[in-house]
């Protein structure tokens, strides 16, 4: 088994990738929004269709800053934590 440091480098590991069942809330929710989607371009003239596009865009750019800045934040926090673990060690762990 290779370590995950080489697992990552290959880019057998992806953080974001998951798949979905056709049954799961996901799923259901993409349906819904590619369906609200459509009949709201049915509707719309080129140049509200255009507008609707750099809403969109826009939207887009803003979900994936804050997709990245949360797994940065997650990972900072796990590595944190790693390092406390490594740390303390040497004592045994309490529960309180």
């Known amino acids: 088994?290779?370590?995950?440091?080489e697992e990552l480098y290959h880019g057998n590991i992806r953080h974001d990738v998951k798949?979905?069942?056709?049954?799961?809330?996901?799923?259901?929710?993409?349906?819904?929004?590619?369906?609200c989607m459509e009949k709201l371009a049915a509707s719309l003239g080129d140049s509200e269709k255009?507008?609707?596009e750099k809403y969109y865009e826009a939207q887009s750019g803003i979900e994936s800053i804050a997709r990245f800045d949360t797994f940065t934040y997650a990972l900072?926090?796990?590595?944190?934590?790693m390092i406390e673990v490594f740390k303390n060690d040497n004592q045994e762990p309490t529960v309180k």
């Open 1 to 5: 088994m290779q370590s995950i440091l």
């Open 19 to 35: 798949y979905y069942g056709q049954d799961s809330a996901f799923v259901k929710a993409a349906r819904t929004k590619h369906d």
């Open 50 to 52: 255009e507008l609707l």
């Open 76 to 81: 900072r926090l796990g590595i944190l934590l």
